[in-house]
């Protein structure tokens, strides 16, 4: 027997799935409507020490010219880790990350009055019709291509203020910013360029053919936009973090949050460019079997996005989970690889070791602290609250005060911004006892070394 319902047969198919042996490797190739909702079958479930291999789409503005998406990105489909329970974590291992796209398209938005209700991320609405959510067509190429199905009117909820169209290289390490004729040649064949995927239903970006940046040239370092756990209730995926979520409270479309409910999110959405290959994310388990979801792969992007968007592609991920029984974390730790950590958090050299012993021994110190990186991710409405979110649950997790983690964070870290205007990474050295008390010492000794 199977039961309609917004994901067809797929939806029962995963309600079965978590009945059975946890599995190896799970494969993910199917999206969300842009909602990340607990009470929602996952896929799954993947045994603790297993893969999740997944085929993601595009993240940001295919979805934001596609209002039948209700989140502002199309992420995958959650996939459930065995033995997961609400207060644990969930560790992944970024194990690749590979572009796939051959080109893509971006740059700054502006909101299109009349095209949505109180959010354009997750209310549309078309502006004749009225229809909420509508399905779209696109007739031709240009900002004014995404076409309600039931009337007709120009529907999507954002256009350019200023945009480009960037191709990439055969090793994805390059990408050059093109001409008017060589975007709109694009756009003509635009889900091929962006190599979408089968079961994505967004209205591809390269579509619109921005062409206001021609012959830039920027360096790939692809990252997750978009990496954690579902939250512990329904959430539009892109509001999944304590910036754009606290655009939920007391919102006028029916996915509004009150200021206690936005604290049930796992700040998955962080745009912070060190979630990337070889690094180690901690998530909390905030729902029953935690619900590993990803996508918004962004092929580069400097500190903050400041333009509010960048280089969105689609893409295949690899990624190993384990379950940390008992862990209750309020949002993701991170263990980013070596390159990525600031200068003054880097572990220390064996010759930077033995110059500060000589001087300890010269001031009667007989020992060193034993230290090693940490980055705690802090969220808010703005950087400020969110450099205090940070800072408090670093506090929280490490059993230390919230100045002294403010000395550590100036003396061996540094506070760095993910996302403009709220998403923070408070990195600082934090003492190996500490590390270990909370079992996340050999995490760092993974990345880093021993101390």
């Known amino acids: 027997m199977v039961a309609k319902t917004p994901f067809g047969e797929q939806e029962m198919k995963g309600a079965a799935e978590q009945t059975q042996v946890a599995h190896e490797t799970v494969y993910v190739d199917q999206f969300t409507d842009g909602l990340l909702d607990p009470s929602r079958p996952m896929l799954g479930p993947v045994r603790s020490g297993g893969h999740i291999v997944a085929n993601t789409a595009p993240g940001c503005w295919g979805p934001m010219i596609t209002p039948e998406i209700r989140g502002g990105h199309e992420v995958t489909r959650p ?3 065995e033995g997961a329970e609400v207060g644990d974590a969930i560790a992944i291992r970024i194990r690749d990350i590979t572009v796939a796209s051959i080109a ?24 004749e019709c009225g229809t909420m959510y509508p399905r779209t067509r696109i007739e031709g190429i240009g900002q004014t291509s995404v076409r309600c199905a039931n009337c007709g009117a120009d529907a999507t909820p954002f256009t350019f203020t200023n945009g480009y169209t ?7 390490s390059v990408g050059v910013t093109v001409h008017q004729e060589a975007a709109e040649e694009i756009a003509r064949d635009a889900r091929r360029f962006a190599a979408m995927p089968e079961n994505s239903i967004q209205n591809s970006i390269l579509t619109f053919a921005p062409h206001d940046l021609v012959g830039l040239v920027g360096r790939l370092r692809p990252f997750l936009g978009q990496l954690g756990t579902t939250p512990g209730r329904t959430f539009p995926d892109s509001h999944n973090a304590g910036d754009f979520g606290s655009f939920l409270i007391g919102a006028k479309h029916e996915y509004a949050l009150s200021a206690e409910e936005l604290e049930q999110r796992t700040d998955g959405h962080m745009d912070i460019d060190a979630v990337r290959a070889g690094a180690i994310l901690i998530c909390p388990v905030k729902a029953p079997g935690g619900g590993i979801y990803l996508g918004d792969m962004h092929a580069l992007q400097g500190d903050g996005e400041i333009a ?10 690899t990624l190993q989970v384990e379950v940390l029984k008992g862990l209750e974390l309020d949002g993701p730790v991170l263990f980013p690889v070596l390159e990525d950590l600031p200068f003054l958090a880097r572990p220390l050299t064996a010759e930077e070791k033995e110059r500060a012993m000589k001087v300890a021994l010269s001031y009667g110190l007989l020992d060193l602290e034993k230290s090693l990186p940490i980055s705690v991710i802090g969220t808010g409405p703005d950087l400020n609250a ?7 649950r670093a506090a929280r997790l490490l059993d230390m005060s919230v100045p002294e983690v403010k000395n550590r964070a100036t003396i061996t870290g540094a506070i760095e911004i993910g996302r403009h205007p709220g998403v923070v990474q408070i990195t600082f050295r934090a003492p190996v006892d500490r590390l270990e008390r909370k079992g996340l010492l050999h995490y760092a000794e993974e990345m880093y070394g021993a101390a």
Do not use: E, K
């Open 308 to 317: 509010g968007h960048t280089a969105d592609v689609a893409g295949m991920v």
């Open 166 to 172: 960037i191709v990439f290289d055969n090793g994805r």
């Open 104 to 127: 893509t398209a971006s740059g700054n938005d502006q909101w299109m009055t009349g095209r949505f209700v109180g959010d354009p991320y997750v209310a549309g609405r078309c502006p």
């Open 386 to 392: 969110a450099t205090d979110n940070g800072l408090a």
């Open 79 to 81: 996939v459930a880790v």
